[in-house]
């Protein structure tokens, strides 16, 4: 680290764990330390996927003190601190900010009679939806909330089914917002997560909670909180949070972001148009746009990023690594969950995957473990392996896996490219990136040049970075692109490309084909 670079901590919070960076701040960004701490999902019977809001913050705190205890002489020396967290979260605290349940994440899917009631009734309906409220809310907030799994119906969802907690409710938050409540003791939420509720006027020279909004979809504007940038100072550490993390009291603590607006960032992607693909737990595509586009047939819409004056626009997957991790301990191991499961290696997976040659002999796999969204949403879709024969071996499997996920991602790209422009490289990055055999994939696929930073896997951690630098004065988030690059570009071998496309031409068959099916096997009904 040059004796030059400001110091900033990076608090990366995702499905599974807090990934804690201590980040040098020069002309570039440099990773000093990192620390990591897990917690656990709870799932409930029908479709629940929550977390504990304190087991978070007991991740971040412990994570911070490492730093502290292995760079004391560093740790004072902090310039800033931010969060790039998962988004579409629903906290209900109190007005002391005490969490007044555990948080339903982005995962929680049992919403559906709330979006049934509030969206899919009504006499004019256009595909099911009520006409008046998608209008306006297109209009103003340049999304709709179509999923069981969008906040808003999480809200309704403990206002009917947990009143007197509901009662109890302060305000609204997403999962950053916590955090940055538990920190400063302020009250503050981005304007990405905002953009997620669908509730934020999210036109250019509005950018505000919008009244017939939360009239239309009955949710109580007090609930809501201010609305901040994520360059901008939320608060200071407050002198109880300094002594749970070590952190210097009064050190600046800026908005930050969700994952689906850091990442980017942290991806280098600040061009207009710029495409990267992230594969985490989750997975998506994103393009750089200057302009609100929503399109409901495709399931994909933009959302305000961290960079001023630009917009995201994003095509998610609900599975993508952790499929990863499934088929390594599927395949290679006894089994999610079992305590020998952690000794197969992402090496171990790849020693697998390169086994096999391209195709996998034919064996198609279809990463819906827990449904998706775009290009055409199905809660109810499940994980499929297709054309298995005798001579299919754990091998195949594996490679037809990361295969899966690379198809899903070209449609994924077909749907976002329906909008913008046809990139001929994608930026990749995420924890999936640092499988060898993954990046040569996605370009055969896709057939595009993909380009993997040094640290994929700490693309939201280099977002904050910027961020916090932006923050402090040192450049611009737009300058994104020249202070973090790319350093392997894998180009797509020519020879693979007809293989390939007649592949994918059956992967997009098998859900139209099997979405009754997964309707009646999966507790409901899917056109």
């Known amino acids: 680290m040059a004796q030059s670079s400001t110091l900033v901590v990076a608090c990366d919070v995702g499905t599974t764990g807090c990934k804690t960076r201590l ?4 002309d570039g960004v440099e990773v000093v330390a990192e620390h990591y701490g897990s917690y ?37 020396k902090v310039s800033g601190i931010a969060f790039c967290c998962q988004m579409q979260g629903s906290i209900h605290v109190d007005r002391s900010g005490r969490p007044l349940r555990n948080a339903m994440i982005y995962m929680d899917g049992r919403s559906r009679e709330q979006l049934r009631k ?3 009734s009504g006499l004019v309906r256009v595909q099911g939806l009520n006409l008046f409220k998608t209008l306006r809310s297109l209009r103003v907030a340049g999304g709709v909330s179509t999923s069981a799994k969008d906040p808003v119906w999480k809200y309704h969802w403990v206002r009917d089914n947990q009143p007197e907690l509901f009662e109890k409710t302060h305000k609204w938050l997403d999962v950053k917002d916590y955090l940055l409540l538990r920190l400063t003791g302020n009250i503050a ?59 210097p009291e009064g050190t600046p603590v800026f908005g930050g972001g969700g994952d689906a607006s850091l990442i980017p960032v942290g991806a280098g992607c600040s061009s207009l148009h710029d495409t990267h693909v992230y594969s985490g737990t989750s ?25 001023p004056g630009r917009y995201n626009l994003i095509a998610e997957q609900e599975v993508s690594g952790y499929c990863l991790e499934w088929i390594k301990n599927l395949v290679l191991g006894t089994g999610l969950g079992h305590p020998d499961a952690n000794r197969f290696s992402y090496d171990d997976l790849e020693q ?3 086994s096999v040659k391209p195709g996998a002999d034919g064996l198609i796999f279809a990463p819906w473990l827990h449904g998706l969204r775009a290009p055409n949403e199905n809660p109810l879709a499940r994980g499929i392996f297709f054309n298995m024969g005798l001579r299919t071996s754990g091998a195949h499997m594996a490679r037809a896996v990361v295969e899966g996920i690379a198809m899903q991602t070209r449609w994924m790209l077909e749907a976002v490219e329906h909008h913008v422009p046809r990139n001929k490289s994608l930026k990749f990055v995420g924890g999936g990136a640092r499988l060898p055999s993954f990046a040569p994939i996605l370009a055969n696929v896709t057939g595009r040049t993909v380009k993997v930073p040094a640290r994929p896997q700490d693309a939201g951690a280099l977002g904050v970075g910027v961020v916090c630098g932006a923050g402090l004065g040192l450049w611009s988030v737009e300058d ?48």
């Open 23 to 26: 980040l040098g701040l020069g």
């Open 40 to 76: 656990p999902l709870y799932t409930t019977p029908d479709g629940g996927v929550e977390q504990n809001p304190d087991e978070w913050w007991a991740a971040v705190c412990a994570t911070i003190m490492a730093l502290g205890k292995e760079h004391p002489e560093l740790l004072g």
């Open 118 to 120: 509030g969206l899919a």
């Open 189 to 247: 939420m981005t304007r990405d997560s905002a953009n997620a509720t669908f509730l934020f006027d999210t036109r250019p020279k509005n950018l505000r909670w919008d009244e017939g909004l939360c009239s239309t979809f009955e949710v109580n504007m007090e609930h809501l909180p201010e609305v901040v940038g994520a360059t901008d100072v939320v608060g200071r550490v407050t002198r109880a949070a300094s002594e749970e993390t070590g952190l």
């Open 283 to 307: 997975g998506w595509v994103i393009s750089n746009v200057d302009r609100r586009i929503v399109d409901p047939i495709r399931f994909v819409a933009s959302i305000l990023g961290a960079q």
């Open 352 to 354: 697998a995957v390169a």
């Open 480 to 527: 994104s692109g020249q202070i973090l690059s790319s350093v392997v570009e894998v180009e797509p071998l020519n020879n693979l490309a007809s293989m390939y496309d007649e592949k994918f031409q059956v992967f997009k068959k098998l859900l139209p084909r099997n979405s009754r099916a997964f309707g009646r096997l999966n507790g409901g009904e899917s056109s």
